[in-house]
């Protein structure tokens, strides 16, 4: 079984402040991790994802994200935010046990970016 | 790589019609799914295709839902009877038969039932 949490449904920042989304994800297996970006009236792009290699992982559009096993997160960040920023974001798991294993997604993040 | 592409983007249906999506897949990407996702919340898995063995269907997909992935490549996703809690935007995704591979989503078919 697996599952994501992101906490807080809506964040605000100001245009250059630094963006923190959160994500803990539980597993039962050692995980796969993903972050998505969804634009209004659009589809799911991949931002970043987590394979088990290096626990930093560097994204499009200036994001990353670190694989902290012992506290079981995955938090977005992004140093200074931009207006294009705003979207909502999805963080994803999926099992790595070998095979076939389906993708659960959090309830997503509003970011909401203030000039 | 022409992307994951969905038809139609919208329809707005009558209580108690039938509707058929359709989703073309990534040319070389084995793997489907379709997903359901409602306002405010993150998508909800319906059902997964391997090639064109449908190999796990939620129990979110009830009997009036039906998805098909005839020859392995373009996928359709029916719902019969439309009820007003199918209003939803329904995304279909695809991957390579690779583990540590991620989903390619398209634009997504939003469904209205009036």
């Known amino acids: 079984a697996q599952s994501v949490t992101q906490l807080g449904s809506h964040v605000s920042v100001s245009e250059g402040a630094l963006v923190l989304l959160r994500c803990n994800y539980s597993?039962?297996?050692?995980?796969?991790l993903f972050w998505y970006v969804q634009y209004p009236n659009q589809g799911l792009q991949l931002l970043l994802k987590?394979?088990?290699?290096?626990?930093l992982v560097k994204g499009i559009n200036g994001f990353e994200a670190e694989f902290k096993k012992s506290e079981t997160s995955f938090h977005l960040t992004k140093p200074s935010a931009h207006m294009s920023d705003a979207a909502e974001y999805f963080c994803?798991?999926?099992?790595?046990?070998?095979?076939?294993?389906?993708?659960?997604f959090g309830t997503g993040t509003k970011l909401q970016v203030i000039p | 790589d022409t992307g994951v592409s969905q038809n139609p983007r919208h329809k707005i249906t009558k209580r108690g019609q039938n509707v058929t999506f359709r989703c073309d897949p990534i040319?070389?990407?084995?793997?489907l799914y379709w997903y359901r996702q409602t306002l405010g919340q993150g998508p909800e898995f319906l059902t997964y295709?391997?090639?064109?063995?449908?190999?796990?269907k939620s129990r979110l997909l009830s009997d009036r839902f039906s998805a098909e992935r005839p020859k392995g490549s373009f996928s359709t996703l029916e719902i019969q009877r439309t009820e007003q809690g199918d209003s939803a935007m329904y995304l279909c995704?695809?991957?390579?038969?690779?583990?540590?591979?991620?989903?390619?989503f398209g634009q997504g078919t939003r469904l209205t039932v009036v």
């Open positions: 995704a695809s991957s390579r038969d690779q583990e540590n591979t991620e989903a390619f």
């Open positions: 597993s039962s297996v050692p995980p796969y």
């Open positions: 987590y394979t088990s290699a290096a626990t």
């Open positions: 994803a798991v999926r099992g790595n046990s070998g095979g076939y294993q389906k993708v659960t």
């Open positions: 040319s070389e990407h084995n793997r």
């Open positions: 295709f391997q090639n064109e063995a449908q190999l796990e």
